[in-house]
């Protein structure tokens, strides 16, 4: 081994234990590594940063302007609204939310799908009276499995095709058949018997609103003489702040509600506040502010007077790319920023006693808001939440749907065609959406993963140097030798399981961009058709259901799922075996 080779793998390696270790970010890992190449003068000044330019970036890129534009138009809105209608039948149910959102992650961002899905399932489980963990893992990985469908439904089978020898890469649908073979057996397993391995949790959930708001109501009045005359709502409320958890959702002035006021409205005498507090902060409130009980006889129907005019109260669960994970409403200041109240909070299927101000926000989280129609519409998608399905919050109409699913179309055909690149007519298709008002350039920058674009641009070359180093080949000539005489499926089960395996632990298009030089040159010792390699590499990064950690649509429900970290391995160890029992003579049989 030269001193490069040596070098290449050992900064390999250690990076593969910074992604499994997690302490750092896995696009800040992979920066590492690009500037140890680049200090060891592994990688050339001049191509240090050219993975950011790889036409996989860029396609990745578009694919999640695209998926946001679908999402913004109602596409897949439209699609989980007839999920409500399928029966409380576990079986059925399952079924259909697997087999939907699998159908949905072929061509549209699966983490994307997931979520949209996700409140759906939640709801679902909740008016059949069962643990949201019976249909949210199998919601999980139906997203992974349809990712392996076509080209752009997952970011490991846009890079593999840049790996494909010759100046053609695999096409949108060259993925299907094997992608779809296996897709279509997991999702049957999953609905049949694998939903019954998953855990229970919380059992004995009843199909009553997870929220009841009207227990927490408190009418209170502005008594004459009271400091807080002629001064703001949002003065009254920094007084407590500290010490108690307060939201104000309404106040009564001469007869008339005014429902979310503005925290900067000036207070009068005799105006009523509609407070949601426990009993403890309600107790702080009285004795810092010198407000009174009104005395009135409307606390019982409080709760039904908050979905009045244009302001409502919605039920939202929070995405994992949501900026709120790991702050607080107080901190954030929502209710100022956003004219959003956090009325409540749940966490794996039970509301939080905990003071909601204070409370560290987590993906998965189920809010409980309450705000003016505009101000859901808008805030909700800079936050990263999305609304429950029966709150009734429309992400779009028929007609911008219907242009919406023509631009999607036009972009997949044109690339089936053979008339433009995959890059090209993905950038097009995303910047025609923007065009069309489908979502604002705003919408299109957040709208892209930019930990994955680093993470990309800067693997991409340190992936290139395991080849030209020749330390692809080295590690390739030392697998030969243990699995000499092996037949040919063996050798591609083994591929994927490795490779499997890997993704695991670390980010799937990190462990693509390690394995696919190895695995090609693997193809060639062993006399293996390239795009059968390619293929086997493809699906075993795509299909981490082993852990929480290995996809972040795993990820996305451990929480509201009440999911241990050992209990992934249930239906994920019998599902990767279907996996790799179907998809080994699939890829021999269509490959070579």
Not at 40 to 48: F, H, N, S
Request: charged share 15%.
């Amino acid at each position: 081994m030269s001193s490069e080779q040596g070098i290449v793998v050992a900064v390999l390696g250690l990076a593969l234990v910074m992604f499994v270790w997690d302490r750092f970010r896995y696009d800040i890992v992979a920066l590492l590594a690009l500037l140890a190449m680049a200090v060891a003068g592994i990688v050339p000044g001049d191509r240090l940063f050219a993975g950011f330019g790889h036409p996989a970036v860029i396609t990745v890129a578009a694919v999640l302007v695209i998926s946001k534009g679908l999402v913004n138009a109602g596409v897949v809105d439209a699609i989980a609204r007839l999920l409500g209608k399928v029966g409380s039948r576990p079986t059925l149910q399952v079924l259909t939310l697997t087999g939907v959102v699998a159908v949905c992650s072929g061509f549209i961002n699966n983490v994307g799908a997931l979520a949209l899905l996700m409140p759906v399932a939640v709801w679902m489980s909740r008016q059949a009276g069962r643990s949201p963990s019976l249909l949210l893992m199998p919601l999980a990985f139906g997203s992974l499995l349809g990712g392996t469908m076509t080209l752009i439904g997952t970011p490991p089978n846009i890079i593999i095709a840049s790996y494909r020898p010759g100046a053609t890469p695999f096409g949108v649908f060259d993925f299907m058949p094997v992608g779809g073979v296996i897709t279509l057996a997991g999702v049957a397993f999953i609905a049949l018997l694998g939903w019954r391995l998953t855990p229970r949790r919380a059992d004995g959930q009843s199909a009553d609103p997870l929220f009841s708001v009207g227990d927490y109501l408190t009418e209170l009045r502005v008594p004459a003489g009271s400091d807080f005359v002629g001064e703001t709502l949002h003065q009254l409320l920094t007084r407590v702040r500290k010490d108690a958890d307060v939201v104000v959702l309404g106040l009564v002035r001469q007869g008339k509600r005014y429902m979310a006021p503005s925290t900067y409205r000036v207070l009068q005498e005799d105006d009523i506040l509609l407070v949601q507090a426990d009993t403890d902060s309600l107790q702080v409130l009285l004795d810092k502010t010198g407000l009174e009980l009104s005395g009135r006889e409307e606390e019982q129907q409080a709760g039904a007077d908050l979905d009045e005019d244009d302001v409502r109260l919605a039920e939202v669960v929070i995405t994992s790319s949501s900026p709120l994970i790991g702050h607080s409403a107080n901190r954030l200041r929502l209710r100022e920023r956003h004219g959003l109240n956090v009325v409540a909070v749940a966490r794996q299927g039970y509301r939080l006693k905990s003071r909601i101000g204070n409370l560290q926000f987590h993906a998965g989280d189920i809010l409980l808001v309450q705000g003016s129609d505009d101000a859901l519409a808008e805030s909700l998608d800079v936050l990263g939440c999305l609304p429950l399905a029966e709150r009734g919050l429309r992400l779009g109409s028929p007609r911008r749907t219907l242009l919406a699913t023509g631009i999607f179309a036009a972009s997949i055909v044109v690339i089936a065609s053979g008339w433009l690149a995959a890059p090209t007519a993905l950038v097009a298709g995303a910047l025609v959406m923007v065009m069309a008002g489908l979502l604002s350039t705003a919408e299109a920058y957040r709208a892209i993963d930019w930990s994955i674009i680093v993470l990309l641009g800067a693997m991409i070359p340190v992936g290139q140097s395991l080849e030209t180093t020749g330390a692809a080949a080295l590690i390739a000539d030392s697998l030969m030798v243990v699995g000499e005489g092996l037949p040919t499926a063996t050798v591609l089960a083994l591929v994927m399981v490795l490779t499997m395996l890997l993704s695991n632990v670390v980010n799937n298009a990190a462990a693509v961009i390690v394995v696919a030089p190895i695995a090609l040159n693997l193809a060639g010792g062993f006399g293996l058709a390239a795009d059968a390699v390619l293929m086997a590499v493809a699906i075993g990064a795509s299909c981490a259901f082993l852990t929480p950690i290995g996809h972040q649509s795993n990820a996305l429900v451990m929480e509201p799922g009440g999911y241990r970290f050992g209990d992934y391995w249930r239906l994920g160890l019998p599902l990767s075996l279907l996996v790799v029992l179907i998809a080994t003579p699939m890829i021999v049989l269509v490959w070579g």
